[in-house]
């Protein structure tokens, strides 16, 4: 697969589940996103969701729909996203990062939530890539980078989480929010970091000061980016194709490298 034929690699905010069932301009932005470029061949999620003390990839034919929240409604919890899996991609990827083969994990919210936006039949297979709490930022940067030739492969990467994730701050209710003058904060500088092409200091987020850290509280929403942009390749151009901040502190941001 050629530079002009590679997939790119995109990291989705998905903020609440309840996106799910929504149309509205992230899931309308999130159908656009995926039409954009030809069907993948299957979806790798990092999703923020399956934060655990080891690197697993999922490898099963038939992944179950995880319902991994409480107080949404019935809708939410009855709904399910069919998606096959694949053990034999599973194993590529076991291979490119030393992952054990998992059978117990299924599809968390932060894949289907998004997915079943981008591919409503559910007919492209998907596997979940574990975030692992014991390695450091910068080995998850470096694992996103062992991912990167999946992308010529006809394979597209996905990291699930939101670069603003403060939920102690969240607006509840119907209520509308402004962004918290931190969140912007943190959102501009981070985007400029981005489109500069310097990760270093969005690996070394910890050190950034209180609008990292109020951005940031912990890491498990973050370090999606971190896959994302260690799987850049080269003449990749970053774009932001969709942006918005909900309850003043979830930033819905979508970063894309292509």
């Known amino acids: 697969m050629s530079a002009s034929q590679r997939l790119p690699v995109i990291f989705f905010g998905h903020g609440n589940p309840m996106n ?20 993948p061949r299957a979806v790798l999620c990092v999703s923020a969701h399956w934060y655990v003390p080891y690197t697993a990839v999922t490898a099963v034919q038939s992944p179950r729909t995880i319902h991994d929240f409480g107080g949404f409604p019935r809708e939410l919890f009855e709904f399910q996203y069919p998606a096959p899996g694949s053990p034999e991609i599973a194993a590529e990827v076991r291979d490119l ?15 289907w939530s998004v997915l079943c936006h981008c591919y409503p039949d559910a007919d492209v297979p998907v596997i979940q890539l574990s975030i692992n709490e014991t390695l450091t930022a910068r080995d998850h940067y470096r694992l996103g980078a062992a991912l990167a030739p999946l992308r010529e492969q006809g394979i597209l ?14 607006g509840w209710g119907r209520r509308v929010v402004e962004p918290y003058d931190w969140a912007v904060r943190f959102e501009q500088q981070a985007r400029a970091w981005m489109l500069a092409g310097e990760h270093q200091p969005l690996i070394d987020y910890e050190t950034l000061g209180k609008d990292a ?4 509280p912990t890491p498990d929403h973050y370090l999606p980016l971190l896959y994302v942009l260690g799987a850049r ?10 942006e918005g901040v909900d309850g003043g502190s979830i930033s819905m941001l979508t970063v894309q490298l292509s």
């Open 20 to 39: 799910a069932l929504a149309d509205n301009v992230y899931t309308r932005g999130w159908r656009q996103i995926c039409s954009a470029f030809p069907k």
């Open 97 to 111: 990062v030393g992952a054990e083969l998992d059978s117990t994990w299924g599809l968390d919210h932060g894949s």
């Open 157 to 170: 990467i996905a990291g699930s989480g939101n670069l603003v994730h403060n939920l102690h701050t969240y």
């Open 213 to 216: 850290a109020l951005s940031a």
């Open 233 to 242: 390749l080269p003449g990749d151009n970053v774009s932001f194709p969709i």
